[in-house]
């Protein structure tokens, strides 16, 4: 089957089951997945109800789709997201991101955990995704082009929008919420970097790190889609402190700042559709 094919047989399996068009696609990231529980649902749907989809098997990610509004706005929620890391394709792991676009959702607003590389950031500190290095990663477009969703070669110049950047730093403003903003590289994990690694990365202009989030963001600008993110510095990155990095110290990072992270991602996704 190729991936054009397994792509329509799970849009077709969703369309099935759930009758909603959303506006916005939210992915949410480690730690991050409580927003979900706060909206008005309509519906919820377990990733291994939809026949060839790719589901996530990481602690604390949920592997759900939920189908609600935020205020008015109609949205897709992925709480919990599929990694390359757990031994799924590229194109396995931007397939929710696609299906989401054929779903009707023109924004992909994605999340994430990640490590701070930039000397200025703390741990629990909001990074605005401004731009990104994808070169550690395979690229989820090779293979034959899905002319249906877009071009071969598709420009990268602008992957993060910048009107929906500046309606979240205005957002960010309007509620007080300290955001900083940089550039967010991807690494394939599961192993956190060595401070040898991370000198590289900071050499090479990158100011946070992490495992997700590039893949579908070029998946998502490819098929037309315009994209924002924001990273939750979940700790500083390896070598930068005297503490060994563990998943429950992301984990219990991202807890802290579930809260005013709900905010602002609330009141962006409003500030967003009021874009039109
Ligand atoms: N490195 C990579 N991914 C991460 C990190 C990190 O330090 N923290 C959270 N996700």
Known sequence: MTAYEKLMKCCECVKAKVDFKPDIALVLGSGLGAFADEIEVVQTLDYNEIDGFPTSTVEG?????????????????????????????MQDVVLPARLMSLMG?????????????????????FMLITDHISSFVPNPLIGANIGELGTRFPDMSEVYSKELRNVIINTAKELDIKIQQGVYVQLTGPSFESPAEIRMLRTLGADAVGMSTVC?????????????????????AAGMTNNPLTHAEVQECADKAAPLFKKLIGKSIENIAELG
């Open 216 to 236: 579908e963001a070029i998946a998502a600008n490819h098929a037309g889609m315009k994209v924002c993110g924001i990273s939750c510095v979940a700790n500083l």
């Open 61 to 89: 990610h949920r592997g759900r789709f939920v189908f609600g509004y935020v205020g008015k706005v109609p949205v897709v929620i992925m709480q919990g997201r599929v990694h390359y890391y757990e031994g799924y394709s």
């Open 105 to 125: 959702a023109k924004t992909l607003f994605l999340t994430n955990a990640s490590g701070g590389i930039n000397p200025s950031f703390s741990a629990g500190d």
